[in-house]
C-alpha cells in the first residue's frame, strides 16, 4: 500500500482516532457522518479509549475492525500501512495525555505510532476538563504541536463530564466532522496529485471552419472535430484546464465534457484565431486540430446569391455561374509560433496536425515533414486521409513530427487512444520545460 496509491473505490480515506476521554462516546458519531459524506474510515482506539467506548460499537459504525495496539499484527507492520492508507488522520477525542504523547513525538500504541508515520495532515480535537486544558503543560504542547503543522481544534465550552462546565468540550461531531472534510477539500486527492497535467492551462481547436458566401451558403470542410474533443477530454482527464475552441461541432460531441473545459464556438477561420490567440495568452500549450480553411470569399452577399445573376459582360446570353473571388486566411498555427500570444516569458508548446494524402510530388510523410519545418510548430501530428483513415468516427494512425520534421512518436487505434498518446507527449515536454527552467 502507498499513500499515492488510488482508492479503489474514489472514496476520501480518514483514520479516525479515539483515545481516553469520556467523550469517546461521541467518536462514532463522527465516524457514522464522515462514512454518511462519503469517507472510507478506520479506526484506530487507544486502550484507554476502550474503557469508555467499546470496540464492537467503533467495528459496527466503521465497517471494519478497530486497531489498537502495535504489536497486534507486527508483520503487518500495521502503524505504516495505516499512516500511508490515510488521506487525513483524525483524533477525536484527543486526551491531554494523547496530545502530551504526540508532541513528545512516543510511539507507544499504534495510535501515536500512525500520527508519527503518516504523511497525511492531522486534526486533533482535544477534550478534557478545563483545568487540564489550561495547564502550562497542556498548553505548551498544542503550540508546540501547531507549530509542526498539526491542526489542533479549539475545545467547545458547555457541560464537562461532571456537574461543571467550563472550555474543553469536545467540539459538536458534526463541526469536526465539517471541518474533516474542508482539510480534505483543500487537499488534491492522491488520484489527482498523479495527473500529469494539472495546474497546466491547454486551449485546443477542433472542427472546421465555415467561410460564408452569402446567408445560407459557405465553404467548408468534411472535419467532424471528433479528434479534437478527443484532446480537450484526455487533456481534461489528465487535470488540465482546458479551452475547446469548437470550430461548428455538433452538440452531442461536445456533451459530457466536464467543468474544467470551457467551449468557445466560433464559425468562420477569422473567428477561430481570435478565440484561439486570446485562449493563448496564459496557455501552457495549444493543440490545433481544427481543419482551417485556407481561403475564404472576399465578399458575404448580405442576400441569396440568385443563379439568373449574370456575370458582367455576359449580357444577353445564357446565366453563367458568378466566379467565387478567395482571399488568403490568416495561418492560425504559424502565426502562433511566430508571434506567440502569451508575452510573460512563458513559453507556450504549439502542436498542429495535419491531415496528407500524398501525391506524385511525395508521400504522406514527406508532406507532412515539409509542413512540420514549414510551420514551426513543437509538435506536428500527420494522419493520412483516405482509405477510410482520418475523417468521420473511424480507427486513426499519426506519426508525430518535430519542428525539423524528424519523427518523434506514433501513436494508433481509436481517436480517445491517439488523443491520449498526444497528450502524453505534450506533458512530457511540458514536465520537460518546468525541469529545464529549475
Ligand atoms: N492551420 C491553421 N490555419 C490555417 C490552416 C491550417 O492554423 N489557415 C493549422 C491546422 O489547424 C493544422 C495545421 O495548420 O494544425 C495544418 O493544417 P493543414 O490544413 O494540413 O495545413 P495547410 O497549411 O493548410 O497546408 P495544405 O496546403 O496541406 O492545406
Not at 483543500?186 to 472542427?207: F, I, M
Not at 460564408?212 to 471528433?226: A, E, F, H, K, T
Request: hydrophobic share 45%.
Amino acid at each position: 500500500m502507498s499513500a499515492r496509491a488510488a482508492s479503489p473505490t474514489g472514496r476520501r480515506r480518514v483514520v479516525v482516532g479515539v483515545s481516553g476521554s469520556i467523550a469517546a462516546y461521541k467518536a462514532p458519531t463522527v465516524v457514522r457522518r464522515l462514512r454518511e459524506a462519503g469517507c472510507e474510515v478506520r479506526v484506530v482506539a487507544t486502550e484507554a479509549a476502550l474503557r469508555f467506548i467499546g470496540a464492537p460499537a467503533l467495528a459496527a459504525v466503521s465497517g471494519g475492525p478497530v486497531s489498537t495496539g502495535v504489536f497486534d499484527d507486527p508483520a503487518a507492520v500495521e502503524h505504516v500501512a495505516v499512516g500511508e492508507w490515510a488521506e487525513l488522520v483524525l483524533v477525536a477525542p484527543a486526551s491531554a495525555d494523547l496530545l502530551a504523547r504526540v508532541a513528545a513525538g512516543r510511539a507507544d500504541d499504534l495510535l501515536t505510532a500512525t500520527v508519527l508515520t503518516t504523511t497525511a495532515p492531522v486534526m486533533l480535537c482535544p477534550a478534557m476538563h478545563t483545568q487540564m486544558w489550561r495547564n502550562p503543560a497542556t498548553v505548551e504542547n498544542v503550540a508546540t504541536l501547531r507549530r509542526r503543522g498539526l491542526d489542533v481544534l479549539e475545545p467547545a465550552d458547555g457541560r464537562l463530564t461532571g456537574e461543571d462546565s467550563g472550555t474543553g468540550r469536545l467540539p459538536e461531531p458534526q463541526d469536526i466532522v465539517a471541518a474533516a472534510l474542508s482539510a480534505l477539500a483543500h487537499r488534491r486527492t492522491p488520484e489527482a496529485a498523479a495527473q500529469v497535467l494539472a495546474g497546466h492551462h491547454v486551449v485546443v481547436s477542433a472542427g472546421g471552419t465555415r467561410e460564408p458566401l452569402d446567408p445560407v451558403r459557405y465553404l467548408g470542410n468534411r472535419s467532424s472535430g471528433r479528434q479534437g474533443v478527443a484532446v480537450a477530454r484526455a487533456a481534461a482527464a489528465q487535470g488540465a484546464r482546458v479551452t475547446l475552441v469548437a470550430a461548428n461541432i455538433s452538440e452531442d460531441l461536445l456533451r459530457g465534457l466536464g467543468p474544467t473545459v470551457e467551449v468557445l464556438a466560433v464559425g468562420t477561420a477569422l473567428e477561430l484565431q481570435d478565440a484561439v490567440r486570446s485562449a493563448c495568452v496564459d496557455a501552457d500549450a495549444v493543440v490545433m486540430a481544427a481543419a482551417v480553411a485556407d481561403f475564404r470569399p472576399r465578399s458575404v452577399h448580405s442576400a441569396k446569391i440568385k443563379k439568373h445573376v449574370l456575370t458582367p459582360g455576359q449580357e444577353g446570353g445564357a446565366p453563367r455561374p458568378a466566379p467565387i473571388e478567395l482571399v488568403e486566411n490568416p495561418d492560425v498555427l504559424a502565426g502562433l509560433v511566430s508571434r506567440p500570444p502569451r508575452t510573460d516569458g512563458v513559453r507556450t508548446l504549439v502542436v498542429g496536425f495535419a491531415a496528407e494524402t500524398g501525391d506524385a510530388d511525395g508521400d504522406v510523410l514527406a508532406h507532412g515533414a515539409a509542413k512540420a519545418r514549414r510551420k514551426g510548430a513543437d509538435l506536428l501530428a500527420v494522419n493520412a486521409v483516405g482509405q477510410a483513415l482520418g475523417f468521420g468516427d473511424v480507427p486513426n494512425a499519426v506519426v508525430v513530427l518535430d519542428a525539423h520534421g524528424a519523427e518523434v512518436a506514433r501513436a494508433q487505434g481509436t481517436k480517445d487512444e491517439v488523443a491520449r498518446a498526444l497528450v502524453a507527449l505534450v506533458a512530457d515536454r511540458l514536465a520537460g520545460t518546468c525541469a529545464d527552467a529549475q
